[in-house]
Nanobody, 126 residues
Framework: QVQLVESGGGLVQAGGSLRLSCAASGRTFSAYTMGWFRQAPGKEREFVAAFTSWFSDSTYYADSVKGRFTISRDNGKNTVYLQMNSLKPEDTAVYYC??????????????????WGQGTQVTVSS
C-alpha cells in the first residue's frame, strides 16, 4: 500500500499551464504504475495519463490530452508529475493520482489502481 498526496492545482486562464505533483510514501515507488485521473462535476471519472517504469519507461495518454499534457516521474523523490499546457475550460476537474503495483504497462483501467490520493482541484477559466 502507498499513500499519495497531490498538490499544484489551482485557477488558470485558458491557454495557461499548471504542473501537478503527487508524492508517494513507501520504498518501492518504482514498482508502481502511476496514473492521473480526473472527475468533473456531474461526470464520470476519466483517465488522463499513466507512467510505468517497472520494466522500462512507458507512458499512455488519453486522446483528449495527448500533445498538451506530459506525465513524468522522479523515482528518487517518489513523485509523479503532470505538466498541463494549453489548458482548456473542459480540463476543469478534480485531478487524482493513483498507484497500481507491478503492472507491466500503463493502463487506463481505474480498477487496477489500488491506491488513490485525495485529489486537487484544477479550474480553467475561459
Amino acid at each position: 500500500q502507498v499513500q499519495l498526496v497531490e498538490s499544484g492545482g489551482g485557477l488558470v486562464q485558458a491557454g495557461g499551464s499548471l504542473r501537478l505533483s503527487c508524492a508517494a510514501s513507501g520504498r518501492t515507488f518504482s514498482a508502481y504504475t502511476m496514473g492521473w485521473f480526473r472527475q468533473a462535476p456531474g461526470k464520470e471519472r476519466e483517465f488522463v495519463a499513466a507512467f510505468t517504469s517497472w520494466f522500462s519507461d512507458s507512458t499512455y495518454y488519453a486522446d483528449s490530452v495527448k500533445g498538451r499534457f506530459t506525465i513524468s516521474r522522479d523515482n528518487g523523490k517518489n513523485t509523479v508529475y503532470l505538466q498541463m499546457n494549453s489548458l482548456k475550460p473542459e480540463d476543469t476537474a478534480v485531478y487524482y493520482c493513483a498507484a497500481a503495483y507491478l503492472l507491466a504497462r500503463p493502463t487506463a483501467e481505474a480498477h487496477k489502481y489500488g491506491d488513490w490520493g485525495q485529489g486537487t482541484q484544477v479550474t480553467v477559466s475561459s
